[in-house]
């Protein structure tokens, strides 16, 4: 077989398709919703809704290639790069996008720098994880040095949905709570660069075992959530977010319980830490 053709694992990389057209898609509904937002504001509001549902959607595809790929043993180059491609769509054009068109807009100059900032930052953590990657420095897989694209993206799409939902629901403005927006994004900006780690949940897989009050647990969370989708998933990224701040002082202990950290079991039977 040619060298020089890489393997295109089959499901992995329909996820990773899944994730782009997530994000193409919501980037259709935020111009689509800029076009009428002073004409039809009730459309426009709906088409922004949709944008975010979207944007999650593309964070839901984004764990699953990667999941997929681990499964089958079928992580490959092409699959990191199809997936960065993917990511700076997804969780860098998008969410510049959206609160460019929300917010910034009304600054033009100073709008844009701050919406390209983030959109930078984005693909240069993702262009040096890549070279990372290639280069065989990313050996610890349960771990990101830096607060992850998906998870800003996340965040941004979530409080901002939050905002239309619980400030615009009548006005279609969430007046000037939308200020929140800007600064939130040049900090994540910034965090993508931090040498504070988070969890990847990488180590989470078919076989990871919980006791039976711990999964009850996880289901109630998981329930819970989708009763109050309109808050929740902003609460959990928040919470994400801010336990990259407290990692370091907790315990071994609980940040295994935490981020359900798996050993391999050695010889004589003890856990080895990965």
């Given at each position: 077989?040619?060298?020089?053709?890489?393997?295109?694992?089959?499901?992995?990389?329909?996820?990773?398709?899944?994730?782009?057209?997530?994000?193409?898609?919501?980037?259709?509904?935020?111009?689509?919703?800029?076009?009428?937002?002073?004409?039809?504001?009730?459309?426009?509001?709906?088409?922004?809704?949709?944008?975010?549902?979207?944007?999650?959607?593309?964070?839901?595809?984004?764990?699953?290639?990667?999941?997929?790929?681990?499964?089958?043993?079928?992580?490959?180059?092409?699959?990191?790069?199809?997936d960065s491609l993917a990511d700076i769509?997804?969780?860098?054009?998008?969410?510049?996008?959206?609160?460019?068109?929300?917010?910034?807009?009304?600054?033009?100059?100073?709008?844009?720098?701050?919406?390209?900032?983030?959109?930078?930052?984005?693909?240069?953590?993702?262009?040096?994880?890549?070279?990372?990657?290639?280069?065989?420095?990313?050996?610890?897989?349960?771990?990101?040095?830096?607060?992850?694209?998906?998870?800003?993206?996340?965040?941004?799409?979530?409080?901002?949905?939050?905002?239309?939902?619980?400030?615009?629901?009548?006005?279609?403005?969430?007046?000037?709570?939308?200020?929140?927006?800007?600064?939130?994004?040049?900090?994540?900006?910034?965090?993508?660069?931090?040498?504070?780690?988070?969890?990847?949940?990488?180590?989470?897989?078919?076989?990871?075992?919980?006791?039976?009050?711990?999964?009850?647990?996880?289901?109630?969370?998981?329930?819970?959530?989708?009763?109050?989708?309109?808050?929740?998933?902003?609460?959990?990224?928040?919470?994400?977010?801010?336990?990259?701040?407290?990692?370091?002082?907790?315990?071994?202990?609980?940040?295994?319980?935490?981020?359900?950290?798996?050993?391999?079991?050695?010889?004589?039977?003890?856990?080895?830490?990965?």
């Amino acid at each position: 077989m040619n060298e020089h053709h890489p393997k295109i694992y089959l499901l992995p990389n329909l996820m990773t398709a899944g994730n782009l057209f997530c994000g193409f898609t919501a980037t259709l509904k935020i111009v689509q919703g800029a076009l009428i937002q002073w004409s039809s504001p009730d459309e426009a509001a709906t088409l922004f809704h949709a944008a975010v549902w979207f944007i999650l959607g593309a964070c839901i595809f984004d764990v699953l290639d990667g999941r997929l790929a681990r499964l089958g043993g079928q992580d490959s180059a092409f699959g990191r790069e199809f997936d960065s491609l993917a990511d700076i769509v997804s969780f860098g054009v998008a969410p510049a996008l959206m609160v460019y068109r929300i917010v910034l807009i009304n600054f033009p100059r100073v709008g844009w720098i701050v919406a390209f900032v983030y959109l930078v930052c984005g693909a240069l953590r993702l262009a040096r994880f890549n070279t990372m990657a290639a280069n065989g420095g990313e050996r610890d897989k349960t771990e990101f040095t830096g607060f992850p694209i998906p998870a800003a993206a996340g965040l941004i799409a979530s409080i901002t949905f939050f905002m239309l939902w619980w400030f615009g629901e009548k006005e279609h403005d969430i007046g000037r709570w939308k200020w929140v927006l800007p600064p939130l994004m040049l900090f994540l900006s910034v965090m993508m660069f931090t040498r504070l780690r988070y969890p990847s949940f990488k180590a989470i897989t078919w076989r990871t075992t919980r006791s039976l009050p711990r999964f009850a647990a996880i289901i109630l969370i998981l329930f819970f959530t989708a009763l109050n989708y309109e808050w929740m998933p902003a609460v959990l990224f928040l919470a994400y977010l801010l336990y990259g701040f407290l990692r370091p002082w907790v315990s071994k202990r609980w940040r295994r319980e935490i981020e359900e950290e798996i050993g391999e079991e050695g010889e004589n039977g003890e856990a080895i830490e990965l």
